[in-house]
């Protein structure tokens, strides 16, 4: 689809480019991740997070805003670089899906720091299980053994599919062992990813899906202390993906596989409230991964290792995100352009364009 401008002409003849603010919906989401194609996609995303991971003290840093509620939550996760500013709204409502809707939808925004004004409005739904993956992915590249090729999927909802997408990209898994409480979650994973050149085994338990995994992924929705991992099931020298908890009162790991492993995280203040780590003592000690990846800290260091990606998603990812898309669109036409900011000629004539859009 071209720009197209949705302005209304009469109202406020000719807005400036500054008030028109291109809107990337969920259709021209889509278009953009099928023109770059979805491992490109995911592997330059990488890079954008991996290179805003790196410059992490530069970012406005806060907690993420929630809102909970007995059914789920809904959060606003701002950041900025001091040049752009971005944020997102997301819910997390597991039961939706049995009424039919998404657990996980967003949008996001991203403004001019300079003006204020926003220069990318866009659907984040479909692009935050992209950032999801593609920060669990890096996080892995830089945690996982070396020469990873299985990885246990354990949760086959929405977010499945681009965690396996992601960890192909970046880390060159290619095996996958799929294990869900609902078996239409797995058919749905097998159905989607077959003939993409993955190997593909659905297990009828986590343990099953566990064998011979160096990777294991945590994604299930559940608004309650899970227990989906035990410490019986889990082997020395393996990576954990956990993506799942990200609440608090909604964790996955049993507490014994924390105490046994080294625990990496986002942004702590975030973590210790929302992530697995809720169940330990705040002072439990864990690596930021910024730091890893900035080659401050040491991030696996030995072959028996459990390495813990305690994942919540953090606001700088989504920023990430918003960037990357901005930049794609420059040389795309992924995108509408939204009448959305006041543009009087005189600026500070707002009542006056008011009055004249009545004639
Ligand atoms: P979804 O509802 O589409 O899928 C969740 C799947 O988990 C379902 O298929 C369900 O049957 C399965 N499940 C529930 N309990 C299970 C159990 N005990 N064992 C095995 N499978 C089980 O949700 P989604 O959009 O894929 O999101 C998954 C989780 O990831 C949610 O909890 C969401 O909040 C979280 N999430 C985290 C991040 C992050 O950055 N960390 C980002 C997006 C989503």
Request: net charge negative; aromatic share 6%; with cysteine.
């Amino acid at each position: 689809m071209s720009p197209q401008n949705t302005s209304q002409p009469g109202h406020n003849p000719e807005p400036s480019d500054l008030a028109l603010v291109p809107f990337v919906s969920v259709d021209h989401m889509m278009s953009l991740v099928h023109r770059v194609g979805i491992e490109r996609f995911l592997l330059e995303l990488s890079e954008y997070i991996e290179s805003d991971f790196k410059r992490w003290e530069l970012f406005d840093k806060t907690p993420r805003i929630a809102s909970h509620s007995k059914e789920g939550v809904i959060e606003l996760m701002p950041t900025s670089d001091g040049e752009d500013y971005g944020f997102k709204y997301v819910n997390g409502h597991p039961k939706n899906t049995k009424e039919g809707l998404q657990t996980v939808t967003a949008f996001g925004l991203l403004a001019d720091v300079a003006t204020g004004y926003p220069v990318l409005l866009t659907e984040m739904t479909v692009l935050t299980a992209l950032r999801t993956a593609a920060t669990s992915a890096t996080v892995a590249k830089h945690l996982a053994p070396k020469g990873s090729r299985t990885m246990a999927m354990i949760g086959n909802g929405a977010q499945s599919e681009f965690q396996a997408f992601a960890f192909r990209a970046i880390c060159g898994v290619d095996k996958l062992r799929l294990y869900d409480i609902d078996p239409r979650a797995t058919e749905k994973v097998v159905r989607n990813l077959s003939g993409l050149g993955f190997d593909i085994v659905a297990c009828g338990s986590p343990e099953e899906s566990m064998e011979g995994a160096e990777i294991i992924t945590t994604c299930t929705a559940d608004k309650q202390l899970a227990t989906i991992l035990t410490d019986n099931m889990v082997g020395n020298g393996v990576h954990i993906n956990a993506v799942g908890g990200d609440c608090p009162g909604k964790t996955e790991l049993h507490k014994d596989i924390l105490l046994r492993s080294e625990i990496f995280v986002e942004f702590p203040p975030q973590t210790r409230v929302e992530g697995e780590i809720q169940q330990l003592p705040g002072d439990h000690p864990v690596t930021e991964m910024w730091r890893v990846m900035s080659g401050e800290a040491p991030g696996r260091t030995s072959a028996g290792q459990i390495t813990l990606f305690d994942s919540v998603g953090f606001a700088i990812e989504d920023f990430s995100a918003l960037r990357y898309v901005r930049d794609k669109l420059k040389d795309g036409d992924e995108f509408i352009l939204l009448d959305m900011l006041a543009d009087p000629d005189d600026p500070r004539d707002l009542f006056g364009m008011l009055q004249r859009a009545k004639g």
